[in-house]
Structures are given as C-alpha cells and as structure tokens.
C-alpha cells in the first residue's frame, strides 16, 4: 500500500527561526510532491511543489529538499512567522496515470511571536 | 484568481438522513475530487471524477456515497443514510492535471 509519513505531528518554532517538516514514501512510484498549508476552517492550499528530478526548490522562505535515494523530502520555512502557523500537509501523486494524491497526516506548526 | 466554491459551510443532520454537498470547480478543469477530514486528522481521498464519470474511488467510497456532475458546473456528494462516523469537513478538489485547488469545505456534523 502506498503511504507517506510525514513528521513531527507538531511543532513550536520561535519567530525568526527555521521550521523543518519532515516526510517520506515507500515506494518510488510516485512523480510529484507538493507541500500544502491549511489555516482553522479553510481547506488546503497548495504552498510549493516539486518533482523527483531536481533536489531543491525555493519560493522565497519556503524551500523543499528532496532526496530520491532516500525516499524522503522536506519543507523548510526560513524566518518563520507568526502568520505561518498552519497545519502542513505533504503529498505524492503516483506515476500510474491517476491524479488522486496520498497525504501525509499533517503537522501542526506554531510560531511564537 | 479562479476558487472552488463549496456549499454550504456546515451542515447539521440527524443520522439517518440524506445530505448533498455542493461543489462549483474551477470553469476549465476537467478532473474533480472529493475528499474528508476527520476532525484533526489527515485529508483521506473519497472519489475522483473524470468526463462524466467516476474515475477512482476509496475504499471509504461505499454505496451510501454517490456524486453527480448534474449540469455541467456543479459537482455533487451525496450521502444517503448518515451515519455518526460521517461527520467531518468535506472538501471538493479540482485540477487540469496534477495540481488541485480545493475548495474551504462543509464541516458536515451528524447527530
């Protein structure tokens, strides 16, 4: 079965420092990895995404790490705000044709001003 | 910039009762999702819709579920018999391909 775990369930960063999520998936069938931010109420936004042939992508202070041997990638928030507190969802959308994404379980991230 | 618009925002109803969520996706996407969040939980996948059809379902996806795109612009989840467990936010999706815009959902709530 195809999952991706995401880490850590939550997270409290200080204001300016940098929030570090953490996910990985278990089979390599999988072409395209988006990180999404969800606010109280909303639904999800899609933040920053990337594809398994490069290994960073930066959007001003959100950057994804991806690391293909290891099956693992990561966002990180520089200078982390206040107004970033939002739960964070990664996702991975197979190669077999379907568009139908596999979340991670989300993490809770605040920021403390 | 174009949003998906979900009706309504919350929704009350007693168990047993029928309940339709409503969707408008964005005018020129062609594939549509649904899928739920229990209540601090992770987003699960319900359905996915392609050319006036279903194109995959979850396992969650059981016959007291049902969607219809009825005129060409409103995309529907209909729940037949609500049961407790339903409760949760239901959020409609669409895309061209690969990337979705999800609507703010409708906090369904089963008494």
């Known amino acids: 079965q195809q999952q991706v775990k995401q880490s850590p369930q939550s997270l409290i960063v200080q204001k300016g420092g940098i929030s570090i999520i953490n996910c990985a998936y278990e089979?390599?069938?999988?072409?395209?990895f988006p990180w999404y931010q969800q606010f109280p109420g909303k639904g999800p936004a899609l933040l920053i995404a990337?594809?398994?042939?490069?290994s960073e992508k930066k959007e001003g202070r959100f950057t994804i790490s991806f690391n293909k041997s290891a099956k693992q990638f990561s966002l990180h928030i520089m200078d982390s705000q206040p107004g970033d507190s939002a739960t964070y969802f990664c996702a991975a959308l197979p190669l077999s044709g379907t568009y139908k994404y596999i979340f991670g379980t989300g993490t809770r991230l605040k920021v403390l001003a | 910039e174009p949003e998906v618009t979900q009706t309504p925002s919350h929704q009350v109803t007693q168990m047993g009762q029928e309940v339709i969520l409503r969707c408008v996706p964005i005018s020129n996407h062609l594939y549509f999702y649904w899928y739920r969040q229990i209540l601090g939980q992770k987003v699960e996948f319900l359905v996915s819709?392609?050319?006036?059809?279903?194109?995959?379902k979850s396992e969650i996806f059981d016959d007291q579920f049902s969607v219809e795109r009825p005129d060409g612009s409103n995309f529907t989840l209909k729940i037949r018999s609500t049961k407790l467990e339903d409760s949760a936010m239901y959020f409609c999706a669409s895309s061209e391909a690969g990337g979705y815009t999800f609507g703010s959902g409708t906090r369904l709530t089963v008494v």
């Open positions: 819709f392609y050319n006036n059809e279903i194109s995959e």
């Open positions: 990337i594809r398994p042939d490069v």
């Open positions: 089979n390599t069938a999988f072409d395209y």
